[in-house]
């Protein structure tokens, strides 16, 4: 996706909007910033932030979800190995 002035404009304002409206705190720099603005546009009752949130899908060629995608299910192996188990970034290492 290019970054050019008018998705950073069009970013800039519907992150003001999300911030004030939901209280969502979203960087730009964020690899998955405009997923998460598209997300709070989605969930917003303001026709404006709808419309900042449709224009943002459009400009980076992403598409506006009707709803927020459930997450994959981690399947758990039916072998685990014994020992110590603990989580680093949402995978299970066994040590």
Request: contains cysteine; glycine residues 6%; hydrophobic residues 35%.
């Amino acid at each position: 996706m290019e970054l050019n002035k008018e998705v950073l404009d069009c970013m800039k304002a519907l992150r003001r909007r999300l911030r004030e409206e939901q209280d969502v705190d979203i960087r730009l720099s964020q690899p998955n910033a405009v997923g998460a603005m598209l997300d709070g546009s989605l969930k917003s009752d303001d026709e404006e932030t709808r419309r900042l949130g449709q224009r943002l899908a459009e400009l980076s060629d992403q598409p506006q979800r009707a709803s927020a995608t459930p997450l994959a299910a981690v399947e758990i192996p039916v072998g685990a190995p014994s020992g110590s188990v603990r989580i680093y970034r949402g995978q299970r290492i066994y040590a």
